[in-house]
């Protein structure tokens, strides 16, 4: 009915599958058009993640950085090898059959060969980075034999601080006063990371564990000036 004729509209069949179904699996693939394969590109490296130790400060004020990297050079060497192997596909005809099957086919290309070697890698730690932020250096990884080189990312990672602790854009310090100032009350400054001072007052009773909150002396966003 018309449940059926909808199922039907709906697939569509290679006819290399109904062979598939007379001759079961042979190893062979019948293609009829509709279905190409697809060129992958050239073989690309692996990926190199390494942490970048920063400072609170740093993240707080921004930085720019230039770190040596020790690693691989690449160049031609002696003799030649086998590379930009790939797979194409091949037709052959037995009898009333024509059969498709894949074969690996390499090109002939120079030997390579790899040197210790020494890069520079500038960079900038922007205001209000976060810790385990990534900085991407797209196709600076170790050189490989064949294709191209990975991507080589750079993984913030913040040193404890000595008097604050972030929680996200927020900065918590704790601060032990005396008793007769959570009495009457107390006015004092602190030393922010860019070292401006921060007024804190209270004129009234401090309980043990208040919380005091100065907008705006947080850190701050990313891209904010």
Do not use: W
């Amino acid at each position: 009915g018309e449940e059926g004729l909808k199922n039907a509209g709906q697939q569509q069949q290679n006819p290399g599958d109904v062979f598939s179904q007379f001759f079961g699996n042979t190893g062979f693939q019948f293609n009829f058009g509709g279905q190409q394969q697809q060129d992958q590109g050239p073989p690309r490296g692996a990926d190199v993640v390494m942490d970048l130790a920063v400072t609170l400060q740093d993240l707080y004020t921004g930085k720019e950085m230039t770190l040596i990297r020790h690693t691989s050079g690449k160049r031609e060497g002696k003799g030649t090898r086998k590379c930009n192997c790939r797979q194409k596909m091949v037709t052959r005809q037995q009898g009333y059959f024509i059969q498709q099957m894949l074969e690996n086919v390499c090109d002939d290309c120079p030997n390579v060969e790899f040197y210790p070697t020494e890069r520079e890698i500038s960079l900038e730690i922007e205001k209000g980075m976060r810790d385990g932020h990534e900085i991407v250096f797209a196709g600076d990884a170790d050189p490989v034999v064949d294709g191209e080189p990975g991507n080589l990312i750079l993984r913030l990672r913040t040193a404890p601080h000595p008097v604050f602790r972030r929680d996200g854009d927020d900065l918590h310090m704790d601060r032990t006063i005396p008793l007769l100032d959570a009495l009457v009350g107390f006015e004092m400054d602190i030393p922010h990371l860019d070292n401006h001072n921060v007024h804190v007052s209270q004129q009234s009773v401090t309980s043990p564990g208040q919380v005091l909150t100065i907008p705006n002396e947080g850190m701050p966003r990313t891209n904010d000036p």
